[in-house]
């Protein structure tokens, strides 16, 4: 059965760094595209970046130049490598996977993890 599970989230200070991380499991990792979304109560998920399977990575306006995704196939992990935090980034981060294509569109994934909370304090 295919699995995601988040770690690394917490709180920081508005300038500081995480690191998050998404374990695959049940499913030919390797192969799929992977995803970080983000959300805040009351409001939609968002897209915040995504990476395919040659690690080519997308990402949201509002984290570029901030945020690094990046993945290690041999051990079915994902990571988002989040600097220079901001308040605005406080939200419940999710891992997701999807097996064609890869983009920032929230609807084609497939599988999601259950989210790690990410809270940035000014």
């Known amino acids: 059965q295919e699995q995601l599970v988040e770690s690394g989230g917490g709180s920081v200070q508005a300038g500081g760094s995480l690191r998050l991380t998404c374990t695959a499991s049940g499913y030919t990792y390797s192969t799929v595209c992977m995803g970080w979304f983000r959300q805040i109560p009351g409001k939609q998920r968002e897209a915040v970046a995504s990476i395919d399977s040659e690690s080519n990575p997308l990402y949201a306006d509002a984290v570029k130049g901030r945020f690094t995704i990046s993945r290690d196939n041999a051990k079915d992990t994902m990571y988002l490598h989040m600097n220079n935090l901001r308040p605005e980034d406080t939200a419940m981060y999710f891992c997701?996977?999807?097996?064609?294509?890869?983009?920032?569109?929230?609807?084609?994934?497939?599988?999601w993890g259950q989210g790690t909370q990410v809270t940035v304090s000014s």
């Open positions: 997701a996977s999807r097996y064609f294509g890869c983009s920032l569109d929230r609807a084609p994934y497939n599988f």
